[in-house]
């Protein structure tokens, strides 16, 4: 079977198609010249032209499932992976951040050359993904979520491999829910993933539903992460006041405490 995997390469498949085609075609001269009468007849012609005829049903068989069979047993198995250890972080301000790392894995039978990723992420998280330059990639607007994609074509993805995206998606957000769902997709030259994306021109509304998806979770202890300086700075005025506001609480507490004693 890994032979066979191996020898059925695209151009291996369109020489071996265009072989079934011209000895059918071949076939079918001699059929048709039998009808014609330009062939002698006889007991043993006719057994030879049943067979012939025979073998031209097989083969003509054999040319219309092929193509099928090949494009089920060739489908991508793919899927993207992201970080198992990664989690939403409760900063200071009380806002959850992180970025996430997606890996592509491979489990199919073929070596992806090229294809296109499709993060569709809860415009919630406000994410911004970022090529391994540094760039951001835009996105547009689907409903409640953000549709960013991209193309990977200079790394190639072996079977039974993964392959870290050359991305990073960064979100930052103020709800503290304990996971969120980000949908996906994958095109690829063997078709897409998941298969039921074929039925769709463009990604929208309606090819929400038929996504992939993988969960993203959030920290669900109290364990709070200092600020760095840059958001200490901007926190500076709020910090300020809380701080001002325990002075004064403590201030005020031993004189009502002497009031009490007075009183006593």
């Known amino acids: 079977m890994l032979i066979i995997t191996l020898l059925m390469t695209d151009k291996t498949i369109g020489r071996a198609a265009a072989g079934i085609a011209a000895l059918a075609a071949l076939i079918a001269i001699v059929f048709v010249a039998d009808l014609l009468g330009l062939i002698p007849t006889g007991p043993f012609w006719e057994n030879l032209f049943a067979g012939v005829l025979s073998g031209l049903i097989i083969m003509i068989a054999v040319a219309l ?52 990723w499709h993060l569709i992420v809860p415009r919630g998280l406000n994410p911004v993904v970022q090529d391994s330059r540094g760039r951001i990639i835009g996105a547009r607007k689907i409903g409640d979520y953000d549709y960013i994609r991209g193309l990977v074509d200079d790394r190639p993805v072996f079977p039974s491999s993964n392959l870290e995206l050359p991305i990073r998606v960064a979100f930052d957000t103020a709800d503290a829910r304990p996971d969120w769902e980000i949908k996906y ?62 002075q004064n609480e403590a201030v005020k507490e031993p004189a009502m405490q002497s009031d009490t004693a007075a009183l006593l």
């Open 65 to 116: 499932l092929l193509p099928h069979y090949l494009k089920i047993y060739f489908a991508p198995r793919v899927r993207l992976q992201p970080d198992e250890t990664f989690r939403l972080t409760r900063y200071f301000d009380g806002r959850y951040k992180g970025t996430l790392l997606l890996s592509i894995r491979n489990d199919g039978t073929r070596t992806l050359k090229s294809f296109y």
């Open 185 to 246: 997709s994958l095109t690829t030259e063997y078709g897409h993933f998941p298969k039921e994306m074929e039925l769709h021109q463009r990604m929208d509304q309606s090819a929400l539903a038929d996504c992939a998806e993988l969960k993203v979770y959030a920290e669900t202890n109290q364990e709070i992460v200092p600020l760095t300086e840059e958001e200490r700075a901007a926190a500076q005025p709020q910090i300020e006041k809380i701080e001002l506001k325990v």
